[in-house]
């Protein structure tokens, strides 16, 4: 590990696509990323990386000491690499030949990662070691950005690390879905996506979609429910019949579509536009694991769950199955922005002991509250949010986070808050990827 008296800069998700103003955003989708240019080769040198850092980049230090980013390497690895981008401070390499290399390290099982994809980044890893890597990179960003001295990471249950996505936007050429190279409008077409669960990857590799730009294509991994979101018109797309086909033109417009799945033994409407977790089993871990950390703090309280998408977390706490020992809420208020999400938590939570608020956290007036379950988009909570939440008078805050480096700045603003970090259990929604989530318990 780095030596923690030589800072250096996280390297986060801010140089793509940030979806979190999107009424239908999902943080975790793979991403289309923004074009650049081509970047120009400054110098090679040989590095040897210490640590996977938040944003999937490998920790090295050059002979001066500087800091190197290096995409594509491993820790434990001896690299020959091309410095692309070189500052005061740090620089951004690629790989271009690995001399020693990590017992990690594995040949990607997908053809579409030699081809350029950029869905993908850590297929180079045996997926049993990521959960390690992960875990390295959320104990780094707690003591770096969070200020936490010795901090501890529990690992979530196993999930699997192929076939499991149930939410894909890719690009469509010439009526052709496929994924984007890393860094570049550039579009690979898959044969077969690795990670797409089978459902989804029938109408990824197969589908007509005309003269659209763009699709999301989302299915219900229980349900068997399948649509595609196409971007601006449906016209001429040709899909199994079974499939709901929409444009985002005639959503927009006010035409409501959506699919069905099961999470906690709930059924849960979830429209087009609205966000949901990209895989049903990660769904339910993450439920899982939100009642684990509350606990016994849920039970006959008041619970405010905020950024709460359809109501998964509310619902499932009121009504759904938890795990033994896990107290059940009295009631909750549940806390969103986003309008498609708010009508479909409305549809979810029908019947419970539920207030729904359509509002931005930042600027939405507390309610009072026993505990709160917080979910955010990828850049986290943020000093406003964290003040509204700790205003609503709450002993225990629920955080769940989708980037380190977001979880590290968070864990500092709630500690100056008041709070104490009591646990963070690690969830590897996905697998292949850089992308964790952690569930983490704070109380005051």
């Given at each position: 590990?780095?030596?923690?008296?030589?800072?250096?800069?996280?390297?986060?998700?801010?140089?793509?696509?940030?979806?979190?103003?999107?009424?239908?955003?999902?943080?975790?989708d793979?991403?289309?990323?923004?074009?650049?240019?081509?970047?120009?080769?400054?110098?090679?040198?040989?590095v040897?990386?210490?640590?996977?850092i938040?944003?999937?980049?490998?920790l090295?230090?050059?002979?001066?000491?500087?800091?190197?980013?290096v995409?594509?390497?491993?820790?434990?690895?001896?690299?020959?690499?091309?410095?692309?981008?070189?500052?005061?401070?740090?620089?951004?390499?690629?790989?271009?030949?690995i001399?020693?290399?990590?017992?990690?390290?594995?040949e990607?099982?997908?053809?579409s990662?030699?081809?350029?994809?950029?869905?993908?980044?850590?297929?180079?890893?045996?997926?049993?070691?990521?959960?390690?890597?992960?875990?390295?990179?959320?104990?780094?960003?707690?003591?770096?950005?969070?200020?936490?001295?010795?901090?501890?990471?529990?690992?979530?249950?196993?999930?699997?690390?192929e076939?499991?996505?149930?939410?894909?936007?890719?690009?469509?050429?010439?009526?052709?879905?496929?994924?984007?190279?890393?860094?570049?409008?550039?579009?690979?077409?898959?044969?077969?996506?690795?990670?797409?669960?089978?459902?989804l990857?029938?109408?990824?590799?197969?589908?007509?979609?005309?003269?659209?730009?763009?699709?999301t294509?989302?299915?219900?991994?229980?349900?068997?429910?399948?649509?595609?979101?196409?971007?601006?018109?449906?016209?001429?797309?040709?899909?199994?019949?079974?499939?709901l086909?929409?444009?985002?033109?005639?959503?927009?417009?006010?035409?409501?579509?959506?699919?069905?799945?099961?999470?906690?033994?709930?059924?849960?409407r979830?429209?087009?536009r609205?966000?949901?977790?990209?895989?049903?089993?990660?769904?339910?871990?993450?439920?899982?694991?939100?009642?684990?950390?509350?606990?016994?703090?849920?039970?006959?309280?008041?619970?405010?769950?905020?950024?709460?998408?359809?109501?998964?977390?509310a619902?499932?706490?009121?009504?759904?199955?938890?795990?033994?020992?896990?107290?059940?809420?009295?009631?909750?208020?549940?806390?969103?922005?986003?309008a498609?999400?708010?009508?479909?938590?409305?549809?979810?939570?029908?019947?419970?002991?539920?207030?729904?608020?359509?509002?931005?956290?930042?600027?939405?007036?507390?309610?009072?509250?026993?505990?709160?379950?917080?979910?955010?988009?990828?850049?986290?909570?943020?000093?406003?949010?964290?003040?509204?939440?700790?205003?609503?008078?709450?002993s225990?805050?629920?955080?769940?986070?989708?980037?380190?480096?977001?979880?590290?700045?968070?864990?500092?603003?709630?500690?100056?808050?008041?709070?104490?970090?009591?646990?963070?259990?690690?969830?590897?929604?996905?697998?292949?990827?850089h992308?964790?989530?952690v569930?983490?318990?704070?109380?005051?």
């Open positions: 590990m780095a030596n923690d008296e030589t800072p250096y800069p996280m390297s986060d998700s801010s140089d793509v696509v940030d979806e979190s103003d999107d009424d239908f955003a999902d943080d975790d793979v991403e289309l990323e923004v074009a650049r240019r081509e970047p120009q080769v400054i110098e090679r040198l040989v040897e990386p210490t640590m996977l938040a944003g999937g980049e490998a090295a230090r050059d002979a001066d000491g500087r800091v190197v980013f995409r594509g390497a491993l820790p434990g690895e001896q690299v020959e690499v091309q410095i692309t981008d070189r500052r005061k401070e740090w620089a951004r390499a690629e790989v271009e030949s001399l020693i290399a990590s017992p990690s390290r594995v990607p099982p997908c053809p990662v030699a081809a350029g994809c950029g869905g993908c980044d850590l297929q180079h890893a045996n997926p049993t070691t990521q959960p390690e890597m992960k875990a390295a990179m959320v104990i780094d960003a707690l003591k770096r950005l969070g200020g936490i001295e010795n901090p501890q990471v529990e690992f979530g249950p196993s999930l699997p690390a076939g499991f996505r149930t939410t894909v936007r890719a690009a469509v050429v010439d009526g052709r879905a496929g994924l984007r190279r890393h860094h570049a409008h550039d579009v690979v077409f898959p044969e077969h996506c690795l990670v797409a669960h089978p459902l990857n029938e109408l990824l590799v197969s589908g007509d979609f005309a003269e659209a730009k763009e699709v294509l989302r299915i219900g991994a229980v349900t068997g429910d399948r649509m595609a979101l196409v971007d601006p018109s449906s016209d001429g797309v040709v899909l199994p019949r079974d499939v086909v929409v444009g985002t033109k005639a959503v927009k417009a006010g035409r409501r579509a959506w699919i069905h799945d099961e999470v906690a033994g709930r059924r849960w979830i429209s087009a609205s966000f949901f977790q990209t895989r049903t089993d990660g769904a339910e871990a993450l439920v899982d694991a939100v009642a684990r950390s509350g606990g016994d703090a849920f039970a006959g309280a008041h619970l405010v769950d905020a950024y709460a998408g359809v109501g998964m977390f619902g499932s706490l009121l009504a759904g199955s938890l795990p033994d020992g896990v107290g059940r809420p009295a009631s909750a208020v549940v806390v969103e922005r986003s498609s999400s708010i009508a479909d938590a409305r549809h979810n939570l029908e019947g419970l002991e539920v207030r729904i608020v359509k509002a931005d956290l930042e600027k939405w007036s507390p309610s009072n509250a026993d505990i709160v379950v917080a979910d955010p988009a990828r850049a986290g909570l943020g000093r406003k949010a964290v003040t509204a939440l700790a205003t609503t008078g709450a225990v805050v629920v955080l769940v986070s989708c980037d380190p480096a977001s979880f590290g700045r968070d864990t500092k603003l709630l500690t100056e808050a008041g709070f104490r970090l009591e646990r963070a259990e690690l969830v590897d929604l996905f697998p292949q990827t992308h964790v989530e569930v983490s318990r704070f109380f005051r």
